[in-house]
């Protein structure tokens, strides 16, 4: 339908020209009521809005001297974090003569994924970057 057309179509009918793609030749366009047409797609992308998850990184920084209480208090954020659906990154810190024991880090690694068990899965495996071994957990399935 010709541009002329279509305007008078719409305007026999009372409705506004509304144009839905422009990208395309020729350009695609809809009779329909302006305000109708701009109130649902506002409601839509609200509706999107609410249903997507936000999921946040978060991170905790350790010592390879930490302590078992410590850890414990550690995990009981990290089980907060994990209950809200982020995803969490350990960063364990290597400082002075500890990167001669590398092995120290991941023990203390798969120890944290031991306690979590299958509350958990593992995005990213345990990786020595430097000074620092990292590993990223989210919520299981």
Not at 8 to 24: G, M, P, Q, R
Not at 45 to 55: A, D, I, Q, Y
Not at 92 to 120: C, N, P, S, T, V
Request: without cysteine; charged residues 30%; hydrophobic residues 40%.
């Amino acid at each position: 339908m010709s541009l002329a057309d279509a305007l008078k179509t719409a305007e026999d009918k009372n409705l506004d020209l509304i144009e839905v793609s422009s990208n395309v030749n020729p350009p695609i366009v809809k009779i329909n009521d302006w305000g109708k047409y701009n109130y649902q797609k506002i409601k839509q992308l609200k509706k999107n809005r609410k249903n997507s998850k936000n999921t946040e990184l978060k991170q905790i920084r350790l010592g390879l001297k930490i302590g078992d209480h410590d850890l414990q208090i550690k995990i009981n954020k990290v089980i907060k974090f994990i209950e809200n659906n982020h995803k969490v990154k350990f960063i364990i810190i290597y400082k002075g003569r500890e990167q001669a024991h590398k092995e120290m880090g991941f023990k203390l690694a798969e120890k944290i994924i031991e306690i979590f068990g299958d509350k958990i899965a593992i995005d990213q495996k345990p990786i020595l970057a430097g000074r620092q071994l990292s590993f990223v957990i989210r919520k299981g399935n």
